[in-house]
């Protein structure tokens, strides 16, 4: 098992460009969340999905969007990025909520310029 | 709402010794979950505990203990004899059971150097 993966794991983007983060995982889990890490602010919820086709906000997501068109894949974009979104992305699933703990990608280091 | 606090930026312990890393949360959520997670230098996230708030005991996970007081709401990880390894950052986490969204509520770290 691969567990999550995230593509890509780095990128650079000037202000106003588009672009989309890819989250797959191959645990058969029904919940997968996108979080963001910031220094000193530990991590804060983006948007999650509790099953397929399913999307919600998070603590953060103005800026962004997400789609979870397969139950593998999670999908965050950035319609028009900016500096403040300068930031280290990551991306996790549970197999449900409760006691489960959720798993974790590498995470996606993104520069705005 | 909720939160949780972990009030040490940084820590040093002496390789071999036990530490303890601080947490505190607030939550209105008559049910909940407590996790810890590790974030060592390369970046990735590795769970380490969990402590149901109805848990009548504390959790272990070998080297890894959860001093979990809930009158004082406190979650504090404690880990025994330490190894050059543990050196990362560490991260407390809440989740309200009551909801069936999932979502974990994360602290700031504590980041954890061990002295060989």
């Known amino acids: 098992n691969a567990g999550v993966t995230q593509t890509p794991k780095f990128r650079v983007l000037k202000t106003g460009q588009s672009m989309t983060l890819l989250c797959a995982q191959d645990?058969?889990?029904?919940?997968m969340y996108w979080y963001r890490q910031d220094p000193g602010m530990g991590l804060r919820l983006i948007h999650y999905?509790?099953?397929?086709?399913?999307?919600a906000k998070g603590e953060v997501p103005d800026g962004y969007n997400v789609s979870r068109l397969k139950k593998q894949n999670f999908l965050l974009g950035l319609e028009s990025a900016a500096p403040s979104q300068t930031s280290v992305y990551f991306c996790a699933s549970s197999y449900q909520a409760g006691t489960y703990e959720q798993y974790f990608g590498p995470g996606t280091r993104l520069t705005v310029t | 709402a909720q939160k949780i606090t972990q009030t040490q930026p940084g820590m040093f312990v002496q390789e071999k010794e036990a530490v303890t890393l601080d947490c505190t949360y607030d939550?209105?959520?008559?049910?909940?979950?407590l996790f810890w997670y590790k974030q060592p230098s390369s970046g990735e996230m590795i769970f380490l505990i969990y402590q149901g708030s109805y848990d009548q005991q504390n959790a272990t996970e070998g080297r890894y203990s959860l001093n979990f007081q809930k009158a004082r709401k406190s979650a504090n990880l404690v880990i025994s004899a330490s190894q050059l390894g543990d050196s990362a950052m560490y991260f407390c986490a809440m989740r309200g059971l009551s909801s069936n969204t999932g979502k974990l509520i994360f602290g700031q770290g504590t980041t954890l150097q061990v002295k060989p």
């Open positions: 999905s509790v099953g397929e086709g399913t999307t």
């Open positions: 939550t209105s959520d008559p049910s909940y979950g």
């Open positions: 645990m058969n889990h029904e919940y």
